[in-house]
Every structure is written in C-alpha cells, then in structure tokens.
C-alpha cells in the first residue's frame, strides 16, 4: 500500500531499525501550530455572542476558506510574488494577523492577500512583507540563499496596494516583519 498511515509505535520501531530517532522527524513547531488551530476553532465555536452562521463562516476564515477567500479574490487575482493565478494553490493570507484581528478585520478582504504556499509561510513569519507601493521587505533574519533556491528575487515590486490595504500592511511591518 503506498503512502499508509501508521501508528506512532509502528513508526518509532522502523526509524530505529534504520538508525533515525522519531524525535528526528517529528517537527515541534508543526505539533504546536496545529494545537493553536485546533485552540483557535474550539474558541470560536464556543462563542455565545454570534450566531451559528457567523461562527461558521468565521472558522472557514481562519482556514483561508470561505467568505474571506472570496472577499480576498475581490483585491487579489493572484500570488504577487510568484504570479500563480489556480486558486487551488493559493492561500488566503491574513496580512493583519487573526489572532490580532477584530471580527469584522478577519473577513475584510483587503486584509488578505493571495499567497503561495512558502510565500504565505514567509510572510506570516515576519520574514518577508511590503512597501505601500510594493517593494518587497526582506527581514535580516532570513538567509539570502532560502530566497534563491526559491526563485524569489528579493527586489521585487510587486505593484501598489489600495489605501485599505496598507493600514494593514502598516501593522504588519510596524509589528511582524522582523526587520
């Protein structure tokens, strides 16, 4: 069977007949995110000020579904950095982050962008982010060669944002990017 899900034990005894610890592939910060999303959905399903249907479309806000997705597409046609247009494979990135955001800022589609995965994962690492007229901002923190192998060209413009999206922007630089 190809690509089989096993069981923690199963994996730990075949790791250590090859040599490699479990611990060596199991990724910390991944367990962690995971737990956040999962802390992030119990939240808003146990809220009691909104309805259902408020509730719903702000879960699939968090996953980059839904309402805010569309709302994003109404801004964004596609990645601004790699200018991948199938929507299949672009994330629905908040600039200002969730966890930051009132309710009203999680589904306000100006404070998103339509990001290719290890863009998204840039940019929501303060890693990368944006000049109001779209000069890319690249963080001290991020080696130069992780830019290259991607194919990222570091002065990149990648056009002007409308006024609603630079308040945005402003928070992210002023409190994520990571000069």
């Known amino acids: 069977m190809y690509l089989a899900s096993i069981s ?12 490699k610890p479990g611990a060596f592939f199991k990724n910390s910060a991944s367990i962690e995110e995971g737990k956040k999303e999962d802390d992030a959905q119990k939240a808003i399903e146990g809220r009691t000020d909104i309805g259902p249907t408020q509730k719903q479309q702000l879960v699939q806000a968090r ?27 672009l994330i629905a990135s908040h600039i200002k982050p969730w966890a930051d955001s ?26 990368i ?19 290259r192998r991607w194919g990222i060209d570091a002065s990149t413009n990648v056009g002007s944002f409308k006024v609603e999206q630079c308040a945005y922007l402003e928070f992210h630089r002023s409190k994520i990017f990571k000069k």
């Open 8 to 19: 923690e034990t199963l994996a730990d005894i075949l790791l250590a007949k090859i040599g």
């Open 63 to 89: 996953r980059g579904q839904g309402i805010f997705k569309s709302n994003v597409r109404l801004n964004e046609k596609q990645c601004r950095v790699t200018g991948i247009e199938d929507l299949r494979l």
């Open 102 to 127: 009132s309710d009203k800022e999680k589904l306000d589609g100006c404070n998103g962008l339509l990001l290719s995965p290890h863009v998204d994962r840039l940019f929501d690492r303060g890693l």
């Open 129 to 147: 982010s944006f000049e109001d007229n779209g000069a890319m901002l690249v963080s001290s923190k991020l080696d130069p060669a992780i830019l």
